[in-house]
């Protein structure tokens, strides 16, 4: 039972009933399902374009043309991953295309990292979470609001400035919320460098946040 437990961990969760429900609509061209999803998901996908490619306007473009590939794969979508997973995976291959075009290459290989590479073991848990979380920002007083707007512009710069792969990896556990399984499964690393990878960047991250609360 408990190897049972620990490989299914990582194990790639299939769509939702709701999502193949979702899937005939879209097959069904249900106008209001696509554009439901579009509102829903287009900004991910930029955010997501924007890891590999050198401008808003060109993600744009790819998150657009992403949208074209999805529909045009929809019937031989499989459910064996979610929606969403599938949808960051087509855009990521799609952006990879682009980059290479523009002579901005960063192919999957690129998001490996060294086993034996240093990510501060110290600073995190053996599930990932802060061993010690920065302290909370609370919004009680004007000079409150102003920490926390200029924490958040720190977080937002410092993740710009982040190695591609790293960046990758923070954009989608931290901002879009997936699941260690479906950024592997998105980004066809391994589970060991994903952890490595978002460690990187979660430690780069906090560390502008500890030089900027320490400047107050």
Do not use: Y
């Amino acid at each position: 039972m408990g190897a049972a437990r620990e490989r299914s961990r990582f194990e790639q969760e299939g769509a939702s009933p709701g999502e193949r429900e979702l899937v005939a609509r879209l097959l069904a061209r249900d106008q209001s399902a696509f554009a439901s999803l579009v509102r829903a998901q287009h900004e991910s996908l930029v955010r997501l374009a924007l890891t590999f490619v050198g401008s808003r306007a060109t993600a744009e473009e790819v998150a657009q043309e992403t949208w074209s590939r999805v529909l045009a794969a929809l019937p031989q979508f499989e459910g064996r991953s979610s929606l969403r997973t599938w949808i960051f995976r087509i855009c990521t291959n799609t952006a990879l295309t682009r980059a290479e075009r523009e002579a901005r290459s960063t192919p999957f290989s690129s998001l490996e990292v060294p086993e034996e590479a240093p990510v501060e073991a110290e600073r995190f848990k053996p599930s990932g979470f802060w061993a010690d979380p920065p302290r909370a920002w609370h919004a009680d007083s004007p000079e409150e609001i102003l920490e926390r707007t200029e924490a958040v512009a720190c977080i937002e710069r410092t993740l710009s400035e982040l190695p591609p792969a790293q960046r990758a990896v923070v954009l989608l556990r931290d901002v879009e919320g997936v699941e260690a399984a479906e950024a592997c499964n998105i980004l066809q690393v391994s589970e060991s460098n994903q952890r490595v990878l978002l460690h990187r960047g979660r430690a780069k991250i906090r560390r502008a946040l500890e030089k900027l609360l320490a400047e107050e």
